[in-house]
Every structure is written in structure tokens, then in C-alpha cells.
């Protein structure tokens, strides 16, 4: 995640987390989905679990205010088995807890891990934020940022760290595009402007297939990751 910038993010967030546990073992891959209220990261999220589920070992934490709406959700879906999904209750803006405070995610992400056994990937969901949501290093390895077109057009065009700065940027529910008006072309010059060689994925992820490119995208750095950092490679 691009968060390694003084001039932009406070230098305290810019730790990364260490990349074994105290056992010495690779821990998961740790990947956080921000974006607004309704833009689909709680589809996204079930979406990749359905898809990956059958080759890695996943365990997801989610956040919201004062609810479990969010993991409720996962779990009457069936998308996971229930000890794998684990909700967090920030009290507070969503953004405090992924970003500026992240004491209540990285212990559940911890405990999740020690409880179901060694995880190949940890999905952590933010509740709905606007643009500004980020998150700390010392939380997640990598950020996708999800953001819809019913919400408007003019979302690449305008910015923000969670625009600009994630590691993948999902333009989700193109297939309402005709319908709100919404033009995809300009979307896609807007957000090739603001994040230069930063992806960015046009897709629909509750459409058949939809969650594809997203999915290969977390499997490209599941393979990276299964590499320790340092390691030779042949």
C-alpha cells in the first residue's frame, strides 16, 4: 500500500507489520476493502471468498459502528464457515479503526489466525467511509478500494487517499451505468489521471464472473507472498 509518503501520511502509519508470527511461520496475507456506503465491499468481500475459498484458507474481519450487519451477512451466506468470520464494533467513525487506531482490528485479525490455524489470506472490511479512508501498514499489506458508478462519475475525478493511493481501485455495478447517467469512458481517464500505473478493475462483482479480475489480482500477491521477502528465487 502507497502510504510511505511523509509529506501525506503521518510517519507512524507507515510501518509495516512484521511478516512472521512469533512462531517464525509466514502469516497471512493480510488485504483491506475501503470505499463509501453502498459501493459493494461487502459483496466484493463474499464475492472473492466464494471464489478463492477452495484454494487458500481465508478468514475475514469486518467492521462496523455499532452492529454486525456486515458479518451477518457473510454468515447467512454461507461464504465462509462461521469461526472465520469475525466482526469488529468500532464506536466510531470506520476510518479511526483501520487507519489511526487499529488495536481492535489487529487483535482480531491475530486471534482469527491462532484460533481457526494458520490463514493464507485475511480479508478486513472497512465499514462504509467516504474518500479520505486508508489503511495503516501496521494493519493490512495491501488496499482495494472499492467505489460504485451510482455514486456518481465524478468520484476518480475528484480524489482522495482511498481514490489515488490504493493498490487496486474497483470501479463496482458498471452494469447501472446506462441507467444513472454515468459515464464509464470518463471515469476511466479520470482515474488513469489521478493514479498513474496504479490499477484500477472496471466490473459488476455480483454479475457471473464479475469478481475475476479482483480475485486474480489477490491470487497474483497470494503467490508473491508465499515467498518470504528475501528469499532466492530459481
Known sequence: MHLDHPEIFPERYAHSAA?????????ALRVGLGGPVGSGKTATVAALCRTL?????IGVVTNDIYTREDADFLLRNAVLPADRIVA?????????????????????VEDLEEAVGPLDLVLVESGGDNL????????VDAQ???????GGDDIP???GPGVTTADLLVVNKTDLAP???ADLGRMARDAAAQRGELPVVFTSVAAADG???????????????SVPSGAATV
Open 19 to 27: 511478516e512472521t508470527g512469533p512462531d517464525g511461520r509466514r502469516r
Open 53 to 57: 475459498r477452495a484454494r487458500w484458507s
Open 88 to 108: 469488529v464494533e468500532t464506536g466510531a467513525c470506520p476510518h479511526t479503526a483501520i487507519r489511526d487506531d487499529i488495536s481492535a482490528n489487529l487483535e482480531a
Open 132 to 139: 479520505t479512508a486508508t489503511f495503516s501498514k501496521g494493519l
Open 144 to 150: 482495494i478500494f472499492v467505489i460504485d458508478v451510482a
Open 157 to 159: 475525478r475528484k480524489g
Open 179 to 181: 441507467y444513472v447517467g
Open 211 to 225: 469478481i475475476a479480475p479482483v480475485a486474480g489480482w489477490i491470487a497474483e500477491r497470494l503467490a508473491a507472498w
